[in-house]
């Protein structure tokens, strides 16, 4: 684990005084893409619980992200507002289980979000075991928070942008601002984040020795740095990018600087001015989806997008994890909704399927439940249902019941038969009756899967 340097003593009981911390003073990078460079104390009003809080953050500061650190302190802030509004002369010892239900109801009325309440409880949870581990505050050792404190969050399908209203924003996108108009060529192309994307070291191409193209990306979420492949066109973008920048600065650091580098600390531009420029383009030439309504665009929408649609053409879930750097493959997985289109053409391409006997395979009523198949084939796929482990057979699918193919793969098995005749001609020359045998049975059921595929490409 990475851990940040906190200040000299002297410089941080220096800090430790004042309610508005700069994030470099403990140690942290600043949120250059938010615009967000300090954390505000001055809504905690109790001062026995700020000064527990200034620790808190203090110790935290020391292996998380400032984003992280803001998210308690907001947190706490909520915390505190409860306090003022339950008791204005609360002290520590007041803190137990029945005042953290009040809080639960509490965080209802002020019209908070599911996510923010539970975010808000995780924190609050956090920070009690911090004070217990530190002796911040004398609070019971016993748990305030529990798990059946959470909402249950349904699984969000993430908002990708529908084919459409890409065709919309393409054809439009000329009237943004050159180096906008790379923006949203690298998200479209990339599905990168928008803070990896404003944050591009202006040398961030790289070729490879079979002229193909990478783009360097800092993936601060994980703390790693990685080439990912590009297109010819994001290629393009950012080259055209490099040139602008470099009209105005001989040694430029980043691919995207601040627009008026005068008013701000960031090195690079931040992320609200895009959404912004964004908002306003979508309004401007009315952007609409299917049912005319206007388009409610943010850049996530672009990463969401990308890995929609890298799912639904058939790459595998892991390849998709390690594109778009997702820590875990579940954040991967809210990806693989299916689109109607997706789902009809497998759909029938199914139903097209036939078995080693030459039979059309009728859609079985557990197809849905069982995804279809547990196993894809170089000339096929497999049947057998997802609980059952390993396959019985060995290398035999051609003799198996439940191997099932379609149309995609009748050159394989074309190709395979003239093999097998050639195998079994040998065979006989040499007097292997054992190969013979297994060879025919092959023989025969592709001769049979070849003659019902080829009737029902003509269907």
Sequence with gaps: MAFNQLPKISERDKVFTKDRWFVTEIGLEPSYTSGSYSLNFSRIKQDWFKHAAKEFIMLQALTKTYSTCASYLTALSHFSAFLSKHDNDSTPDIINRSLI???????????????????????????????????????????????????????????????????????????????????????????RRIGEVCSLPYDCLTQDSQGDWYMKVNEKKIRKTRMIPISPHCVTAIKEQQKRVLRKNSDPTYLFPPRKPRYTVSPHIGSKGINIALKRFVEKHNITDDNGKLWVIHTHQFRHTVGTTMINSGVPQILVQQYLGHVSPEM????????????????????????????????????????????????????????????????????????????????????????????????????????????????????????????????
């Design 101 to 191: 239900i009040k809080f639960i109801a509490y965080l209802i009325t002020k019209g908070l979000g599911v996510v923010s309440r539970n975010m808000a409880l995780i924190h609050l949870r956090t920070f009690h075991n911090i004070c217990l581990q530190y002796n911040l505050l004398p609070w019971p050792e016993n748990a305030l928070i529990y798990a059946s404190d959470f909402v249950v969050i349904p699984s969000i399908q993430p908002k990708y942008i529908p084919s459409s209203v890409i065709r919309k924003i393409k054809a439009r996108l000329h009237k943004l601002l050159d180096y906008q108009q790379s923006i949203v060529i690298i998200l479209l192309e990339t599905g």
């Design 332 to 459: 991967t997985a809210r990806y693989a909704h299916i689109h109607n289109d997706t789902m009809k053409k497998a759909f029938i391409d199914y139903q097209k399927q036939v078995n080693i006997n030459g039979e059309q395979h009728i859609l079985e009523a557990q197809w849905l439940k069982e995804s279809i198949v547990s196993q894809a084939l170089p000339n096929g796929l497999c049947a057998l249902p997802l609980t059952q482990k390993r396959c019985p057979h060995a290398n035999a699918c051609l003799t198996c019941s439940n191997f099932r193919t379609n149309r995609t793969y009748l050159p394989q098995h074309k190709s395979q038969l003239k093999k097998t005749c050639d195998i079994i001609k040998e065979a006989e020359e040499k007097g292997w009756q054992r190969i013979i045998d297994t060879n025919t049975e092959i023989a025969g059921n592709l001769t049979k899967i070849i003659a019902k595929l080829e009737e029902v490409s003509n269907d």
